[in-house]
């Protein structure tokens, strides 16, 4: 099975400010889709943003851009400007191409927004 | 349209006794998936239906048992509950096919086992 790792169980950001959330996986697959997912203290699982690995071109909306890098196996999450509506669980998830139907999530990012 | 719905909402149950969860899509999605979250443990696969008609195991089956009703339909079962299986479900759907990328899910179900 792929493993998706977050190594940084809690962040914090202030609010306006930048942050980035880390992501490594382990593959040994080409064709892959990776994910981040929002929960806000509702539990509602949100999809943040998408990567398809055979797209070269980091994937970005608004606020929110990734940072995938094939080669070292790494999808980070970057947030821009952050707001207070950001503060939630953010969770990294990987989808094999060739066994499509199971996702893979890592532990989840705590993030804190400071006014 | 309400998407993915799950009931109940909250449950608490004794040791050993039995429940059903219930999650229903009106997507029209072919794929649906249980997952359980359980702190410091992200979400993991407990069983997935990748079409009516069909089941898979996941991650972490044991203990547990679903049914793919119809297209709609995808229920999750505990024979016989243990304290272990306390943690918060959650059902998901996906279209399903090359190009379909992203589950949707569910408001998820807090089980309590004692």
């Known amino acids: 099975a792929q493993t998706v790792t977050q190594s940084q169980p809690e962040m914090s950001v202030q609010e306006a400010e930048t942050v980035t959330l880390s992501c490594t996986y382990d593959?040994?697959?080409?064709?892959?889709?990776l994910f981040w997912y929002k929960q806000p203290p509702s539990r509602q699982m949100i999809l943040v943003i998408r990567q398809e690995a055979y797209k070269q071109q980091n994937a970005t909306e608004n606020r929110f851009s990734v940072n995938f890098q094939k080669a070292a196996k790494s999808f980070s999450l970057k947030i821009s400007d952050s707001q207070l509506g950001d503060a939630a669980m953010y969770f990294c998830a990987y989808r094999s191409e060739n066994t499509g139907n199971q996702f893979y999530f890592g532990t989840g990012t705590s993030l804190t927004v400071i006014p | 349209n309400a998407g993915v719905t799950q009931t109940p909402k909250f449950q608490v149950l004794k040791t050993g006794q039995s429940m059903t969860l219930q999650c229903a899509q009106d997507m029209n999605h072919n794929s649906m998936y249980w997952y359980r979250q359980d702190p410091g443990m992200g979400l993991r696969l407990i069983y997935y239906s990748a079409s009516e008609g069909t089941t898979d195991k996941g991650e972490v089956p044991n203990g547990y048992n679903v049914s793919r009703l119809n297209k709609r339909e995808f229920s999750l079962r505990l024979e016989s509950a243990a304290p272990s299986q306390t943690s918060v479900y959650f059902c998901?759907?996906?279209?399903?096919?090359?190009?379909?990328?992203?589950?949707?899910f569910g408001p998820g179900t807090r089980l309590t086992v004692t």
């Open positions: 998901a759907s996906r279209l399903g096919g090359f190009d379909s990328y992203e589950q949707y």
């Open positions: 593959t040994s697959e080409s064709d892959y889709y």
